[in-house]
C-alpha cells in the first residue's frame, strides 16, 4: 500500500529564501508524481508533474526532482515570495492518486 | 491544462436532506473520474472511483449507500450525500483521469456544510 509523507508539515520564511519541500513514498511503482498547491479553501492547482521516467520539472521559480530508486521527490522554490504561501501538496499516482499529508508555507514580507 | 468544473461550489443543506454535487469534463471525455473528500488540516482521502457505464468501486469505510455516485456520460459524473449529517461537513473535490498520460484534472471542490 502507497504512503506518502511530507516533511516538514509546516515552514515559515522570510521573503526572499530559497527553501524545500520534501515528499517520500514508499511504492516506486508509479507512473508519475505531482505537486500541488492548495490556497484556504480552495482547490487544487497543478504545479508540475514528473512523469516516471523523468528526473525532474520546472516552471519559473519551481523545479522538482523525482528520485523513485530512493522514494524521494523535493520541491525547490527560489526567492520566496509572500504570495507563494499556501500548503503544497505531493501525490503519487500509481493504480490511485495518494496524497501526502501537505506542507503548509508561510513567506513572510 | 484540462478543465474540470464543479457545481455547486457551496452548499448549505439541513441534517436529514440529501444533495448532490456534479463534476464535469470540460474539454476531454472521461471514463473515469474520481470523488475526493477532504476534512480541515488533511489532506485529500479517495472516496471512490466512478466509472463510466458501470458501478462505482468505493474505498474502504465509505458507505456506497450514503455516497450515491452516477457516471453516465464521459463527461458527468455525481455524487449524492444521502441524508446527510453535519459530520458530512466537508470539502468534496473531483478528478477526472485523462488516460493515456494517465493524469488527473481537479475541479475546484464544493464545501458542504450540514447545519
Known amino acids: 500500500k502507497q504512503e506518502v509523507t511530507q516533511i516538514p508539515a509546516a515552514l515559515s520564511v522570510p521573503e526572499g529564501e530559497n527553501l524545500v519541500l520534501n515528499c517520500s513514498f514508499t511504492?516506486?511503482?508509479?507512473?508519475?508524481l505531482q505537486w500541488f498547491r492548495q490556497d484556504p479553501g480552495k482547490g487544487l492547482t497543478s504545479l508540475l508533474l514528473i512523469q516516471s521516467s523523468q528526473r525532474e520539472q520546472t516552471s519559473g521559480r519551481l523545479n522538482a526532482s523525482l528520485d523513485k530508486s530512493s522514494g524521494r521527490s523535493t520541491l525547490y522554490i527560489a526567492a520566496s515570495q509572500p504570495g507563494d504561501s499556501a500548503t503544497y501538496l505531493c501525490a503519487c499516482q500509481g493504480g490511485k492518486l495518494i496524497f501526502g499529508q501537505g506542507t503548509e508555507l508561510s513567506v513572510k514580507p | 491544462g484540462a478543465v474540470v468544473s464543479q457545481h455547486p461550489s457551496r452548499v448549505i443543506c439541513k441534517s436529514g436532506t440529501s444533495v448532490k454535487i456534479e463534476c464535469r469534463s470540460l474539454d476531454f471525455q472521461a471514463t473515469t473520474m474520481f470523488w475526493y473528500r477532504q476534512f480541515p488540516k488533511q489532506s485529500l482521502m479517495l472516496m471512490a472511483t466512478?466509472?463510466?457505464?458501470?458501478?462505482?468501486?468505493?474505498e474502504q469505510g465509505v458507505e456506497k449507500d450514503k455516497f450515491l455516485i452516477n457516471h453516465a456520460s464521459l463527461t458527468l459524473s455525481t455524487l449524492t450525500v444521502t441524508s446527510a449529517h453535519p459530520e458530512d461537513s466537508s470539502f468534496y473535490i473531483c478528478?477526472?483521469?485523462?488516460?493515456?498520460?494517465?493524469?488527473?484534472?481537479f475541479g475546484p471542490g464544493t464545501r458542504l456544510l450540514v447545519l
Open positions: 466512478s466509472n463510466e457505464g458501470s458501478k462505482a468501486t468505493y
Open positions: 511504492d516506486s511503482a508509479i507512473y508519475n
Open positions: 478528478s477526472a483521469l485523462r488516460q493515456g498520460i494517465e493524469t488527473q484534472y
